[in-house]
């Protein structure tokens, strides 16, 4: 199994691209959005992947974090969203707003993916939703991987011809911290997650402390 390349980007297609890792060509789909933020070819990229395998199919489906990676991996297991449906709904939201969208049972928003109907959309929301809060709180687990493996680099002279590509920038850790928080105090993770998406969906910049506030605030007895 393959999970993660980084090579030189050879050339792009409108759903794929080319990774040349130390000779060998490695074909790579990706979504429409992160087509966009890649590199231009002749320089380094580096992404984590998932490989489909069927009878008459092999593909390798790239991702520029292991949440988006893993959301990817939770979609797909959802009836009636193959590869293609998975990548458009990541396409047009992005890792972080198919997290709120999800923990805020919004399937409207998962509708907007192109090819992705009413009733699949709202399949996902239900058949995913008690899963968002365990993916939301990966960022933080990866956040501190990153900062951790970025000060290690300072100190390691690299004596092989590797390519190397540019840390990857550190999730924010305003989410998960106030996730564990939050089910710390007794709350349930699904609660937890819809109310840290719900705030951040009205204050995207909120740092741990006012997020934990706001969440406590929509968490709170109405009446």
């Known amino acids: 199994m393959i999970g993660k390349l980084t090579g030189r980007l050879e050339y792009r297609a409108s759903d794929h691209i080319l990774i040349d890792v130390r000779g060998v060509g490695y074909i790579v789909y990706v979504s429409d959005r992160v087509m966009a933020g890649l590199p231009g070819n002749g320089e380094v990229v580096s992404l984590y992947t998932e490989m489909l395998v069927r009878e008459d199919l092999m593909q390798l489906f ?124 007794g709350y349930a993770p699904g609660d937890a997650a819809s109310a840290v998406a719900e705030a951040l969906g009205d204050t995207p910049d909120l740092d741990t402390s006012g997020l934990i506030r706001a969440a406590l605030k929509l968490l709170a007895p109405k009446g």
């Open 62 to 185: 790239g991702f520029p974090s292991l949440v988006e990676k893993e959301w990817h991996r939770l979609l797909v297991s959802v009836q009636g969203i193959g590869a293609k449906a998975s990548m458009a709904i990541l396409g047009t939201l992005g890792p972080d707003q198919v997290s709120r969208a999800i923990a805020l049972g919004d399937w409207n928003t998962v509708a907007k993916a192109k090819g992705v109907g009413p009733k699949i959309a709202q399949r996902v929301v239900n058949e995913l939703k008690d899963k968002a809060p365990a993916v939301m709180a990966m960022g933080g687990n990866l956040a501190t991987a990153m900062k951790d493996g970025a000060d290690l680099d300072d100190d390691v002279i690299d004596v092989a011809d590797k390519p190397k590509s540019k840390p990857a920038k550190a999730t924010n850790m305003a989410q998960p911290e106030a996730l564990s928080a939050l089910t710390n105090l």
